[in-house]
């Protein structure tokens, strides 16, 4: 079995300051980690993933995302927020054995001006 | 942004109606998924397909049916339409990319309200 927890459902940054949206995860094996975003009345786009090699991972619109395997989390980070980052959030799992992803339940970021 | 469409964007129907939601990709994955998203949740795995004539049901019961008779298409059907159907419905493809692991991308969804 696989899983993922989200623990905030929502964060609220000022532009221009620090971005974190934390998950952590659960699964047999070795994980595959994604991170997704999606914008109202939208699909997900994927913004980053996790396979191996570096713990640091660099996605699209400047966010990254780091792998800590004692932590079994898989953080994701902006270092300036911008107001347009606002929208929801997906932290997502697999193991390496299976195609099918397990999602975490969204973090709605929100960045102020 | 992936090359995976869906029709209809939008769709109201009355309770009772039979409904077809069209996934389609142009990428050549192999792999399709269809998910349901009430607003702002999380999303459930409710059919996938690993290729053409292969479909599993996924982690959440549905009453909806799937057929893959092309690999570009992915076509989700409900017979009878009821409220409780009322969600979004989100479809994705997936390749393996070098044997290192397959990102899923998705399409814009469905959003269906059953009145």
């Known amino acids: 079995a696989q899983s993922v927890a989200q623990p905030e459902d929502q964060v609220n940054v000022a532009e221009g300051n620090p971005l974190t949206v934390k998950c952590t995860y659960s699964v047999s094996g070795n994980p595959y980690l994604f991170w997704y975003v999606q914008y109202p009345n939208r699909g997900l786009q994927f913004l980053l993933k996790y396979i191996t090699g570096d713990n640091l991972v660099k996605g699209s619109y400047g966010f990254e995302a780091e792998f800590n395997k004692s932590q079994t989390s898989f953080h994701l980070k902006k270092p300036s927020a911008l107001v347009s980052d606002s929208a929801l959030y997906f932290c997502a799992v697999r193991a390496d054995d299976d195609y099918k992803l397990s999602f975490g339940a969204g973090t709605t970021v929100t960045v102020r001006a | 942004e992936a090359d995976i469409y869906q029709t209809p964007r939008y769709l109201v129907i009355g309770t009772g109606k039979k409904i077809t939601l069209e996934c389609s990709q142009t990428?050549?994955?192999?792999?399709m998924y269809w998910y349901q998203q009430d607003p702002g949740m999380e999303l459930h795995l409710i059919h996938y397909?690993?290729?053409?004539?292969?479909?599993e049901k996924g982690d959440l019961s549905s009453e909806s049916t799937v057929s893959r008779i092309r690999t570009e298409h992915f076509p989700l059907t409900l017979e009878s339409a009821r409220p409780s159907h009322t969600s979004q419905y989100l479809c994705?493809?997936?390749?393996?990319?070098?044997?290192?692991?397959?990102?899923?991308?998705f399409g814009p969804g469905t959003r269906l309200t059953v009145l």
């Open positions: 990428m050549g994955h192999d792999k």
């Open positions: 397909s690993y290729g053409v004539n292969s479909t």
């Open positions: 994705a493809s997936s390749e393996v990319a070098g044997g290192l692991g397959d990102t899923q991308y």
